[in-house]
């Protein structure tokens, strides 16, 4: 009887073993909530579970290390008005639910409807935006990735090519800039006469078709995010065929160098930068975020120019030299990592000086003095 009993413990402790790591290792996964209508979901196909884009994209993930969901919904659109509106369906709330580590946006083709458009069209946007916002606020904190919309025409549906290319894309680009948000392009994908792509509605994606999606889905999830570098006063991105960049969120003015691929830094603040990848699509990848001190220093006039800052030997190990023609007796300096934190600061005798940098890990340094910066590198 006493072995029967610690038979059953054991099983019952190889149960919970189980349990919980199967229950840890589902939450270790990375999940991936498509959002979208029937284009999404896999309308008219045989199987939407396996042959849908999202269904597709699981297969081409791997199941180990990722969970995608399908989230679409037939016949709806972003449009809160005038519509059959993806904010009042299930799956919307279900995808919140998700809590996803990843978001793929795709409404707007049933919104693309002339009757619709030309009637709530003005209200897109900020439809569009306050749906983004409301996953922006989950405690997951989804990276999220929205999508220019497939081509797709069927005159007795109301649905128009050129409506989706000339009035709901643009503003689904502009929402991308506007809100930091990475772009998919999938309109100049699937825009290459395959007409195997779709099916016979002309609308909705074929299982080949839906892959192409997912293939594309995959390549952007799986890339790398750029990486941007601040040195000598200026955030600098990755080479790109366009720019955009953010501080704490807020689009930068073209004026003030938010186009460029280097842009001068005014301000403390979190920078990010939009990088369209190439020339022949609108494909758009955001930055990781980095963030920038710009220190503020006593002890020397902010409206003094100081003349190229010298420092040697450059990669130094315990003390670097600074020269400078106009530095003036007991001038504050400041050394920032590349996160822009301030890691050593001080005073200068005069413009010929020594900083020991003894005490800094090995890596990349910012020496800023007034209004000059240039860049430092403890050796190992």
Known sequence: MKQLKSEHSVKGIALFVCLFFSVLVSAQKQKVSCVGNSITYGYDLSNPSTQSYP?????????TDWEVGNFGDSGRTMLKNGGYSYWDSQRYKDALASDPNYLILKLGTNDSKRWLWDSHGSEFKSNYKAMVQSFQNLS?????????????????????????????????????????????????????????WYLADNVHPSVAGAGVVAQKVKEMLLMSKPEISYANGK???PDGDDYQWYIDGTPVASGNGGKQKEMAVTKTGIYKVSIKLNANNETRIVSKELNVSLTVLSGIDSKTVIRGIKVFPNPAFDVVNVLSDNISANTGYSISDL???????GRLKNGRDKINISMLSAGTYTLAIGNECTKVIKGK
Not at 55 to 63: E, H, K, P, R, Y
Not at 154 to 183: H, Q, R, T
Not at 339 to 345: A, D, E, H, I
């Open 55 to 63: 269904g597709q994209l699981q297969a081409l993930l791997g199941t």
């Open 140 to 196: 997951s904190k989804p990276e999220i990735w929205i999508c220019l919309l497939i081509p797709s025409e069927k005159s007795d549906w109301d649905i128009f090519k050129s409506y989706i290319k000339d009035k709901v894309n643009p503003k689904i680009k502009e929402i991308a800039l506007e809100m930091g948000l990475s772009l998919i392009d999938l309109y100049t994908e699937l825009d290459k006469n395959r007409p195997d």
């Open 235 to 237: 955030v600098t991105a």
């Open 339 to 345: 996160s822009g934190k301030t890691v050593l600061s």
